[in-house]
């Protein structure tokens, strides 16, 4: 299983970034996903999670309506839109298969892309 992340870049504060997220190795159509994010001493966060066939989008509280999660499974794909960032938005962030509650990873995890929200 492998997940290559991409689209990180850095950024100034209120822009916005696409992030990609390409899985292999398993079938990604089966799968929920979520996106993730992290900053050095702290835990692994959750930011948004996508069903399977049916694509529904799950966000925190914190963070509807500034991220768009999407799915393409004939791409074996998951997106992360990411608009009005913020400097807190600065974080490596992951994508995973998912299984119960949108943050249970259920594989080992890619090098992940890093956004930087700077001015």
């Known amino acids: 299983v492998k997940f290559v992340e991409s689209g990180g870049n850095l950024v100034q504060p209120g822009g916005s970034l696409r992030l990609s997220c390409e899985a292999s190795?398993?079938?990604?159509?089966?799968?929920?996903m979520s996106w993730f994010r992290q900053t050095p001493g702290k835990e692994r966060e959750l930011v948004a999670g996508?069903?399977?066939?049916?694509?529904?989008?799950y966000y925190p509280d914190s963070l509807i309506g500034r991220f768009t999660i999407s799915r393409d499974n004939a791409k074996n794909t998951v997106y992360l839109q990411m608009n009005s960032l913020k400097p807190e938005d600065t974080a490596v962030y992951y994508c995973?298969?998912?299984?119960?509650?949108?943050?249970?990873?259920?594989?080992?995890w890619g090098q992940g892309t890093q956004v930087t929200v700077s001015s």
């Open positions: 996508i069903s399977t066939y049916s694509g529904t989008p």
């Open positions: 995973n298969a998912i299984r119960g509650n949108w943050r249970t990873n259920i594989f080992d």
């Open positions: 190795g398993f079938t990604f159509s089966n799968y929920g």
